[in-house]
């Protein structure tokens, strides 16, 4: 009994890890790592030091049944988002089961728990038998759908075809690039027709310093994965015919993690070019290659690995109700003050990060390339239109209850005034460098799979650089007229 108790507890702890791994399987290699296995010991100490004390106070129950019966209660915290979901989904028209899923599903959690601690205490063979089949069952099913998921993702591994290398023709002193990828942001003529605005000051006072916006740009994705793994392979990553033409594992952003290689870094790297990133809260820079982080944060604390971890649970917003009680804004922790007391509010401000990181050094030795992937103005919406914090909750409007039609028009305005602070302090800090604010796709107002992909398109470039807006100046065609110029060698613009 003892053994059989024992395996069953491990296979029951380890459902929720696996079907983690499961569906994260992509980034796998970022997740089997210190920080889960910290977690893991944790959770465990927890449960088996809970099991104890209700040992201690049950003097009649045997350890391994208050162990199992623990457990099982852990796996069933699990379950929460997966009935969730199911009753939203099947229940689209109720307002009071949108409303209350998650505080009906968690009062189900304790009627199914009750049921259980029931059959489990009153001995019932059946069930017993039952909870065995059951678990084991789940077990080599996730087990199997994993080995599924490996060979698929192995079987899409495909070589690159070629590397794309721009011979160096002009031998000089090379120029600071700077590159902004601003996540979700629309084009300026579409903003102004969703939002009723006028934002002709902001274009006059751009083009009085030299820079160029162009409204019809058309990145070559509608998704950031596919769109900046495009931008580090400098090309296309799927052919005319629908074949990837690169590794999955080398989508963005695991191409930037170590002993990897892209067309961009292997080129960057052949011109003396230091790479410099400043990732965000979903491409975190630390989780992939510090070498690469424009701030090293050496932090043991995965934030983003914990959050999700237990997003499938009802424990954060228990958490948050919690600390209400308290006067502890749980979400206003996470947003502003945690991450050693920056917060993912600052963590997302990709621009504000490189603004201060300019301002603190002094000389720059070789020539860097600075990547800077600012969250803005992409959910969630963490800042007033004059960017300081607010965190915008979901509300009923055009887009739908979970993303904020206010707080995109705030983050907006707050990305214009950061473009326009970050070209005077690159004025006197850098002026002869390459500049480029882009995005990566529209955002939840397009309404065709070709709006999807209309970007954002400002830049300066150098006076000798020959270039046509007639062209496609996308992230990959404006990396390529870059390098370009930078080398001397032809420009071989890239077709949509």
């Not at 007391?341 to 504000?352: S, V």
């Not at 206010?406 to 070209?423: D, F, P, Q």
Request: charged share 20%.
């Amino acid at each position: 009994k003892k053994i059989n108790y024992q395996i069953l507890s491990f296979i029951i702890f380890s459902l929720p890890i696996l079907e983690f791994l499961k569906d994260n399987f992509y980034e796998i290699g970022i997740i089997l790592g210190k920080n889960l296995f910290i977690l893991i010991f944790l959770i465990f100490g927890f449960l088996f030091i809970t099991a104890f004390l209700l040992k201690f106070f049950f003097k009649k129950k045997d350890f391994y049944d208050t162990l199992l019966i623990t457990i099982v209660g852990f796996w069933l915290i699990f379950k929460h988002n997966t009935i969730n979901r199911f009753l939203i989904t099947t229940k689209e028209n109720n307002s009071f089961i949108n409303l209350f899923s998650s505080e009906i599903f968690l009062i189900l959690i304790f009627i199914f728990f009750f049921i259980f601690l029931f059959l489990f205490i009153q001995k019932n063979i059946f069930f017993k038998k039952f909870l065995f089949i059951f678990f084991y069952l789940n077990f080599f099913l996730i087990l199997i759908q994993i080995n599924f998921i490996k060979s698929d993702l192995a079987n899409k591994d495909i070589k690159l075809s070629n590397k794309i290398l721009f011979a160096d023709l002009i031998k000089g002193e090379k120029p600071n690039i700077y590159f902004f990828i601003l996540d979700g942001m629309q084009p300026i003529k579409d903003f102004e027709e969703n939002y009723k605005v006028d934002l002709s000051k902001f274009l006059n006072e751009i083009k009085n310093k030299n820079y160029i916006y162009h409204d019809n740009t058309l990145n070559f994705y509608g998704g950031t994965t596919y769109g900046l793994s495009a931008f580090f392979n400098l090309d296309k990553i799927i052919s005319n015919d629908g074949k990837m033409k690169i590794k999955s594992s080398s989508y963005f952003p695991l191409v930037l993690k170590e002993n990897k290689s892209s067309n961009l870094l292997n080129n960057l790297n052949n011109l003396g070019y230091d790479f410099k990133w400043a990732g965000n809260y979903f491409a975190y820079c630390p989780k992939f290659n510090l070498k690469y982080c424009l701030n090293q944060n050496k932090s043991t604390v995965d934030l983003y690995l914990y959050l999700s971890f237990f997003g499938k649970s009802p424990l954060i917003q228990l958490t948050q109700i919690f600390g209400e009680l308290f006067n502890f804004d749980f979400k206003n922790y996470i947003f502003y003050k945690s991450l050693g007391g920056e917060g993912i509010f600052k963590l997302h401000d990709g621009i504000g990060r490189l603004t201060e990181y300019l301002s603190q050094i002094q000389n720059i030795d070789k020539p860097t390339f600075y990547f800077i992937h600012h969250m803005s103005p992409h959910h969630p919406y963490l800042t007033n239109s004059d960017c300081s914090y607010k965190n915008y909750l979901g509300k009923i409007n055009i887009e739908s209850e979970v993303f904020s039609y206010e707080g995109y028009k705030e983050a907006y305005l707050c990305n214009l005034k950061k473009i326009s602070e970050t070209i005077k302090l690159l004025e006197t800090k850098d002026p002869n460098s390459f500049i480029i604010f882009q995005s990566d796709h529209n955002w939840r107002m397009a309404k065709t799979s070709l709006e999807k992909k209309k970007i954002f398109n400002l830049f300066k470039v150098k006076d000798n650089c020959k270039y046509d807006l007639d062209q496609n100046l996308n992230n990959v065609n404006m990396l390529r007229l870059v390098l370009s110029c930078i080398t001397g060698s032809d420009l071989g613009f890239i077709e949509n």
